[in-house]
Every structure is written in structure tokens, then in C-alpha cells.
């Protein structure tokens, strides 16, 4: 605890140093969609920065109560109650979150599907609880997001089975950072960091040097396995260590894989940086689902984003665009380029033990 409020002490004096006459940091941090949601923004005044500050948290509470999948007047709740037996017409939206989560299941060959929590709201990881085998192949079936019928005429969602659930964690905290990095930019912002547990994306870069972004040692929460300089780039990290329990020698956590139901297997944790964060949170809950092989292989397909992957043995694997940059740039980071101190964990109210926010942590020193 002594640490962590150490920690949070530098955070805070580091937000209020002024680095020239014309402006200084501003930052907040609050407990929304099960996770802790920082938003830092370089600005000239300290009412409009709060302002802004305060738009970012107000869009995450929004779309808390469009998306989460426990409050019942949720737009997505409503279709997961009624979805199997009309197609209910949603917001335009929830409508183009439901496609882009289409695309991606495509695009992995299905390792990304929204349909996981046909089997996914039989866990409880906070309580403990699994499904029992008989239970998981009955439901299998359900997981396909081609059970999903999207019409754009009527804007509408229709399951073909019923039984079918669908849930956005796996992409959902990314859009949210890309809205609130949209409203930050409406107001002129040049320069901030939102980040949302595991996703974070960047405006500009930190007082002419670049963000210095930690990847978390998934099996010692105080350790980094990696250190990244980035500029207005989005991250995001999965890890098998963000919610999950043990059992029988079983780690059951949270990013299950399509075809099994069941907990992901071959890696702890996976980091993709890319330009946007509903692009890397999907992608770094799909590249999980692959593995190392098919996961690496499909993140050097793509042009605009790059890996970096923790296999189970703790070995560390990085995509082609960050082979170069493995071997140089972690090395030169100074403790006097660092940006503000940030790796206490949280334990936001009604969340599973065991979260932990991945990805965005500030460095005190280079990387090991
Ligand atoms: P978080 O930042 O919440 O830890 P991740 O990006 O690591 O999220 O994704 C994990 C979340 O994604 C799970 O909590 C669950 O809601 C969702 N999820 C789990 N498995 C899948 C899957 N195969 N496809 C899509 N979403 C998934
Ligand atoms: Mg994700």
C-alpha cells in the first residue's frame, strides 16, 4: 500500500508541474465499465481542461449504460433478451460497433466473436464459478457470430438461435478511448493520454518526447516486460492475469476461445499498438484466441499495426516492425524522459478480483 500511494503521489506531482509558461497536465482518474479510466490533457487553463476532462468521463458512463451487459436497460441487454425471437432495430451506434465486431470476426477466421458470451455469462470469476462440461457443450453451438443477422435497411439485430448472448468486453473499452480521444480533439486538444484498463491511446506526444509506455510482466505486477516510446498511437493489452481463478491446476480467465468455450491457452499476454483503440483492443483479444503462430502471422499481415506477444513460458515475441526497435530504443529511456508514475493496481467497485490494468504503465527506470 506505502508504494502505491507513493506511486500516486508522483502521479499527481508530475500532472501539476508546468513544463513551460504555456500550459501544464491535467488529469483525472475514475472507476467506470469495471475498470479504472485515466484521462491526462495538456492545456492552458484549468477550467476548460476539466472540462474536457469531464466530456471523456461522461461519454465512458454513457456507453457503460448503452453496452455493459448487466445493467438492464442497456441497449445491448435488450437485444440479449429479445434478439432470438424478433429483430430488434438499435441505435445507429450500437449498430456500427455490432458491424465493426462482425469484421473482425472475419477477419480471425473467428477467434474474435461477440457470441463467446453464449458460454462467457456462465463464468463468474469473482465468485468462482464455471460451467460444468454438460453445460459448456450444449452452449458451444451457440458461439458463432454467424448466428447474428445484421439488416442495415432496419437497422436491426436478429439471433438465429435462440440462447445466443453477445458482449462487447473485447472491443468495447477501445471505442469508448477513440470517443473520448474524438472529443478531446474537438475542443483543440493536441495533446493527452486516455487510457481504460488494458487500452489506452495517445494524442501527441508527451512535452516534445514520446510517451513511454510499460507492458506489464504478467506474472509480477510490479515488474515491466517491455517499454515502448510512442506518439499518438493507440495500445492495448490482454492478459490472462486481468480476471481470472484457479482450479485444479485450471487458470480460468476471461478471453475464451470461440471454438472451445473455454479459457485461451499458449500465452499470458498480448500487446498490440495500432492507430486506433477499437482496432488493437479487438485485435489484441483476437491475436490471444490464435496463439503466438497464427496470431503473429495474422498482426504482419496487417500494415498499421504491431505485436507484442507474451508466450507461457514468459518468452517474449514482437512482430516484424518491432524487431529493429526491440534491440534499440528500450535501451536509451532515460528516468528524467519519463511521464507520470502509474502502476498501481485498482479494485473498482463490483469488479472481479483479480483485475488489474494492463498495458499503460509509466516507467521509473529503462526497461529490464
Ligand atoms: P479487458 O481490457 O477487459 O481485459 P480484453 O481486451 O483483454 O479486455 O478482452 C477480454 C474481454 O473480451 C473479456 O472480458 C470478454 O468480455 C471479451 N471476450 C472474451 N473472449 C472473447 C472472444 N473470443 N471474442 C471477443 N470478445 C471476447
Ligand atoms: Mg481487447
Redesign the pocket.
Known sequence: MKLRAGLLCAFLTALLLPFSSQGAWFGKQAAIM??RIGVEVWHEDEQAANQAIESVLDEFRRLDQALSPYIETSELYLVNDRAAYQPVPISKEFYDLLET?QT??QLTGG????T??SA?HQYDYRKEIKPTDEALDQTRPLINYRHLILNPDSQSVHFKQSGVRI?????A??YAVDRGIHLLEQRGIENALIS????SRMLGDHQGRPWYIGVQAPRDDKALAAVLPLSDTAI????DY??YFEADGVRYH?????KTGRS?EGLRSVTIIGPNATRT??L???V??LGLKDGLALINRQKDVEAVIIDSQGQMHASQGLEDFKQSETTEVQPAHLGPVNTNPIRPEGSALGVRP?GAVFVPSKAE
Open positions: 469495471g475498470t465486431s473482425y470476426s477467434a474474435f466473436d461477440i463467446f458470451a462467457g458482449d462487447l468486453g473485447g472491443i473499452k477501445g481504460a484498463g488494458g487500452d492495448s493489452t490482454s492478459g486481468e480476471r476471461h478471453i475464451l476461445s470461440p485461451a483492443d479487438a489484441s483479444t483476437s490471444f484466441v494492463a
